[in-house]
């Protein structure tokens, strides 16, 4: 059984608590991909490890066949066994698109239409980022508004426009990173709702708050039959999002155990 690889989009260029890109290739078994030019580079690459299949499906009842859109891996994608995909972060991304697309507007600020670009090209990558037939772990710095009525926080991704609140519906798991102790660098996952932190767990088979362990959740999944999950990772910077992919390690150990 060759050991599968992953790859990781650098986009934050803080890689240092993993051990940096040294580290970080050892860890994925390919090096790293920097991102400078948001969503659409991240796309590019994964165009050449995936092609797209468009099929006409009949329905007993219905006479016209449906469109089912699907995606197989590229003859690269199989040679160099890639088995998932890691972006961190989804917010820079989101970050570096923002840049550009104020860069190009004559205001130099983003416009309404601008605004409507940014949600399509977001709503179509993570339309064809939960199609695709690989494990993926997408880690997002948090952000939060106070409810006026309640007092209570709720935290979300730092996203901008309907992207913020679109995107929890691409994701099979939605963790949240907590502080175990304060002044200890201690973390642990919940991903279980609560009214402050919309967490996931479509299948219902983690804990409700666990250690930060990415090969436990996709190993769970895989064997409930569900090998391509998809995991989004939401925390405040230095929350433990870069660290907990070390965990990934674990995966190619069980693979060969």
């Excluded at 989804?90 to 605004?115: I, V």
């Excluded at 901008?160 to 996952?189: L, P």
């Amino acid at each position: 059984n060759t050991m599968g690889k992953f790859i990781l989009f650098d986009v934050d260029r803080s890689l240092a608590s993993i051990g940096g890109d040294e580290g970080a290739t050892k860890l994925a078994g390919v090096p790293p991909v920097k991102v400078t030019g948001g969503i659409v580079q991240i796309q590019s690459a994964l165009e050449k490890l995936f092609i797209k299949k468009v099929t006409k499906v009949p329905h007993p009842i219905f006479e016209d066949p449906y469109v089912v859109t699907t995606f197989e891996p590229s003859e690269l994608c199989v040679k160099e066994n890639i088995e998932g995909i890691v972006i961190d972060t989804l917010s820079h991304s989101f970050r570096q698109d923002l840049r550009m697309l104020e860069n190009g507007s004559t205001s130099k600020a983003m416009e309404m239409k601008d605004w409507g670009k940014i949600e399509r090209m977001y709503g179509l990558f993570l339309e064809t980022l939960k199609l695709l037939p690989i494990w993926a772990v997408v880690t997002c710095h948090a952000d939060y508004d106070k409810d006026q009525a309640t007092g209570i926080f709720r935290y979300m991704p730092n996203l901008k426009g309907a992207t913020r609140g679109s995107v929890d519906d691409y994701f099979d798991v939605i963790v949240y990173n907590k502080v175990d102790k304060a002044g200890k660098k201690e973390f642990s996952w919940q991903t279980s709702p609560d009214p402050s932190r919309f967490c996931k767990d479509r299948r219902n088979l983690l804990q409700p708050v666990m250690k930060p362990d990415l090969s436990e959740v996709i190993q769970a999944y895989q064997k409930n039959g569900h090998p391509f999950v998809k995991i989004l990772v939401i925390g405040e910077s230095g929350t433990g999002k870069t660290r907990s992919l070390i965990t990934l390690e674990q995966l190619s150990k069980k693979a060969q155990a």
